[in-house]
DNA sequence: GGGGCTTGTGAGAGCGCTCTCAAGGATGTA
DNA sequence: TACATCCTTGAGAGCGCTCTCACAAGCCCC
């Protein structure tokens, strides 16, 4: 687990938290077609006039200062709640030299139609992100920091002019697989904390990812110990992901130590995608080519492709055929048979991050450019375990 | 569909997509131990200096003003390029009175275990909200505008501070569903911008549904007219949500054109969630209570839990009991038997939002308050249809 | 009762931009 | 050559906050 304050840091701006905009108030009309009045925004100055004191007291109140006494507090927050009034921010973030934003960036597929209907949305493949993102967004929100979020299109192959706007807009930026280059990720971290997922360290910036090579291994591992594949091929994601390739590594190391086959290569690799891995089985069906006895997937979203193109071939899986995922995303437990995989502690590599970047942004320097979080593997039905067998498998240190 | 710049209004200020931070340039070293240099951060006057040149004249060529000549502008653009320049958004967004910057919020649920480990990750039944704001993303790109991103817990009554220090830190304010009561919203919208999804309409905010009313009305029909259903069940979904309210007065008045029994009420309410629609299925077998011919869950999530439910306790679907959902999530078309739901544009839905409250907050008055997009019956398999049948159940209108 | 404290408050200088306004130089017209 | 006009550039005000510093008031002690 990650550590988190309990408490927000806040908690001590509580004068923030009572006094303004009170939205939680009682009924007003709701549906009267009065427009709203086009009064010039409120600022600290109307605030301090209407109570009767000077901005600076003003700025004290709200930013829970000791000093004001509590009669001067009491009309400064009265005041407050009379006017509505809510401190602009960028006019704070300019001051006082935080804006309490980091930005997080994906890179997302286009939105041309896939394949297959089935897989029409194919932001599904996005389910890994989107938790991820959830995990840094309630870790931000305990130090009062919000998350600006945007996305590279995958084919955009010169982000650098939208990351340069996100880095003005933000105190820290956290990147997603594949969003820049190492050099562009260096060029950046020169100017702004940055954080990265599933990608690559550099001399200033620092990676956070599960454990692919324990979970791979392990994998793999059961694959042949329990099941006794002697073929397994792995259907990677892209070429150029640094989780993919550690995955792959491991997989052949590992089959190597039991002289097991093991099939990859350019025709099989997909985009982490469950279009992706279906069109991979598809294609090397087409072609005649064997299957082996396993295939294991970078991730499941290829694994949920994979399960659907085999069964539409008419293969048994497990039977024919033991498919495996990595990630443990949600709908891998909803899938029939019920997806073995390797389940990362999602959420967390999320508020990790999260915490991580924050501490950059304070100032700390990190005694770690590289950190990995322990993950388990799952068996359920794809590889041949029956539904019933225990969820779990303990990891082999 | 919904209308989209296919350039960004951002293409003439072309100075800003070249000149800035070259993230994207020739390799640099990557792991070299060097540690960054804490040089203060630069501004616009540094660049001024570097090229000789007044702060007026850097502004006007990084804002893609006519008036500088060729030669100024290059030397500025070398200047920025030279130094790493990059413009802090606060001080611009002070300056310009425009931050750039939209906030959404979504209510999610507590990080509480559920009842089953199936549903292990909550979070998923966020799938809606996730896709809804990448719609909101894109359309917000296109404009150079930035998602700012926050939650609010499921049991906190009193988000206002949260929501208001957002407004703060934005232009403009899209709120999910149940994140604030209609007063709340009121209140809110007379200061700053509001579009609400799913929720209802004020004097002052703009609300974007899908078409409830039609949606619910073709899938009651096709159950009683093809399926021949005689009692259907509707499992709503949060008591005080308008979306789950509309959708159940729809199908107790289309059911009653039919004389078709509707169950509904206490006992068949869910959470919109997986585990909300396990538990309302096992708690009515437990106390015996017989199943109708059909369920009509309030969105896709809830279905899933349903059908997991009835499945453990040995009900067939849709033999014994047909199920149908709302929403057409991604994971709807991966169960088994495949999901039959209504199909929204979810991420239509979520690029409307945006492309409202863009018009909003530069200042246009929206002429509709409520919008509601067109949704599609599709049919699968839980309601009893073939697998094979045509995807799609032609909208009567 | 006066000097030294502490404590609460206000004045005002920035923070890093954008944009108005005026000045200067180049060009055109009489 | 003198003067009006256009175009480019620079000086500087202002955006709405935070925070430092100076001051006023109240308190203590001798």
Redesign the pocket.
Known sequence: MVPQDATPEHAADSAFDTALLPLDGAAVDVLTAEPRKAT?????????RHA?????????V??G?????P???DRVLRAVAELG????G???A?????KEIIAVVYRRAPLAPPDDPVFEDESENLAFVDVINRGVQIAAQHRGFDLLLSSVEVDDHTPGPRIANLA?KSDGMLLHDRVLTPSGIVRLADRVPVVTLAGTPTRASVNISGDNIGGMRDLIKHLIEVHHCASIAYLSGHADSPDSVARHRVVRETAAEYDVRVIAGPHWTGEYSATGGARVIRALLDSGTAMPDAIACANDQTALGVLHALQERGYHVPGDVKVTGFDDIPVARHVVPQLTTVRQPIQDLGAMAFDVLYSMISGERPDERQLVLPVQVVVRGSCGCAAESPPSFPRTA
Chains 1, 2 share one sequence.
């Open positions: 010039a925004p409120l600022t600290i100055y109307d605030v301090a009767g004191v000077s901005i600076a007291s003003v700025s004290r709200l930013n200062h000791a000093t004001p006494r009669e001067t507090r009034f809510v401190p602009d960028a006019a704070r300019l001051s006082s030299r935080l003005g």
